[in-house]
């Protein structure tokens, strides 16, 4: 069935260091997955996303590694920031579903100072 | 501001009321996309446009849940007959055709009573 589920439900890093944000997939068929980032009150904000061709992608600060072997989405984001505590939901894309986005349910990154 | 506008940004109502939103997409995007994201889930996918076209209805569009996108453009999203269970936050999203990032808008939080 279609699922994306995350390991952890919250993660808490020291300001400064890197975090790395973890998701698994079941859907052997998915081929684009996006990270996104939310904060309070607000809409999901687009980060990164990657396509099932590809295993690494990199933006400012973030990382995206795909590990379609064992069904594995990795967010990393360097030298974490205050401004970077939300929660960070992965999400998977598939062309045959004409653009449908299946949401897992997120993990909460908080920073400590 | 170009992004994705979405208005009320609450609403506030009585069970079996109805109620109205409605959604500004990116100009050049002719995808638009409903979602709903109750407390601590990621969003859930409702319904979806490709112009004035409806494509795809989730089964969690109930007939109480009706959209439109007349012109191709802006979109509503009415609920007839609220119920308490309708509480939660209502997200449009839209895209342009072929490129499948999709970009969200701030929410519509209601809460029925």
């Known amino acids: 069935g279609e699922s994306v589920g995350l390991h952890l439900p919250t993660l808490s890093v020291q300001e400064g260091d890197n975090s790395i944000i973890n998701c698994a997939y079941s859907?052997?068929?998915?081929?684009?997955f996006i990270w996104y980032k939310q904060e309070s009150g607000k809409g999901p904000q687009f980060i990164i996303d990657?396509?099932?061709?590809?295993d690494k992608r990199q933006g400012q600060r973030v990382t995206v590694l795909l590990n379609k072997t064992v069904k594995h989405l990795s967010l990393q984001i360097a030298a974490t920031q205050p401004g970077d505590s939300a929660v960070y939901f992965c999400?998977?894309?598939?062309?045959?579903?004409?653009?449908?986005?299946?949401f897992g349910s997120g993990t909460r990154l908080s920073i400590r100072p | 501001d170009t992004g994705v506008s979405q208005n009320p940004r609450h609403k506030i109502t009585k069970r079996g009321q109805n109620v109205t939103f409605r959604c500004d997409p990116i100009?050049?995007?002719?995808?638009l996309y409903w979602y709903r994201q109750t407390l601590g889930q990621g969003p859930e996918f409702l319904t979806y446009?490709?112009?004035?076209?409806?494509?795809?209805k989730s089964r969690l569009l109930s007939d109480r849940f009706s959209a439109e996108r007349p012109k191709g453009s802006f979109s509503t999203l009415e609920i007839q007959r609220t119920e308490q269970g309708d509480s939660a936050m209502y997200l449009c999203?839209?895209?342009?055709?072929?490129?499948?990032?999709?970009?969200f808008g701030p929410g519509t939080r209601l809460t029925v009573l």
């Open positions: 999203a839209s895209s342009s055709s072929g490129i499948d990032t999709q970009y």
């Open positions: 999400a998977e894309n598939m062309y045959s579903s004409a653009s449908k986005i299946i």
């Open positions: 859907n052997s068929a998915s081929d684009y």
């Open positions: 990657i396509r099932s061709n590809m």
């Open positions: 446009f490709q112009n004035e076209a409806q494509l795809e």
């Open positions: 100009s050049e995007h002719n995808r």
